[in-house]
């Protein structure tokens, strides 16, 4: 009878933990062997901040936080990063010419109306599956 209710205890802590909503998520279409970005919103809807720290996919050989970043002259930069902070109660936007998740040596052409999976590993939450659609332009409100 104890177990029950530590293990009832335990599920009912996981909707606070559970917080993280996905927004516009997409993929640019892509050949094999090239890169990749995926981008998206990511909303926190607890009272806790929540790192990404990583993602797995399939269709791509690597993948990676990543900061784009301008530089002197307008040149871009690109660098790794270990994590990204979604602050309590708000959200963040993952987009090519920011933060965002990068696939490097993608596996199969990403083309236009395929949905890819991908897990998104977190620190302080839940691991999510998703499925992530490749198109051709970045979605707007009516696509959403």
């Not at 970005?37 to 806790?48: A, C, F, G, P, Q």
């Not at 660098?79 to 993608?106: C, D």
């Amino acid at each position: 009878m104890r177990l029950v209710y530590v293990m009832a205890c335990l599920f009912a802590a996981l909707p606070a933990f559970a917080g993280v909503e996905l927004r516009g998520a997409w993929l640019k279409p892509s050949t094999h062997g090239l890169s990749g970005v995926i981008s998206m919103d990511l909303l926190n809807t607890t009272d806790e901040d929540i790192e990404l720290v990583g993602a797995e996919i399939s269709a791509s050989r690597r993948i990676f936080l990543q900061q784009t970043e301008l530089g002197a002259f307008g040149r871009r930069s690109l660098r790794p990063v270990s994590h990204i902070k979604i602050p309590a109660q708000s959200f963040v936007t993952l987009e090519e010419n920011g933060l965002h998740i990068m696939l490097q040596g993608v596996k199969d052409a990403l083309m236009v109306g395929v949905e890819v999976p991908v897990t998104l590993l977190f620190k302080n939450a839940p691991a999510q599956i998703v499925r992530i659609p490749v198109l051709g332009r970045a979605p707007d409100e009516r696509d959403m």
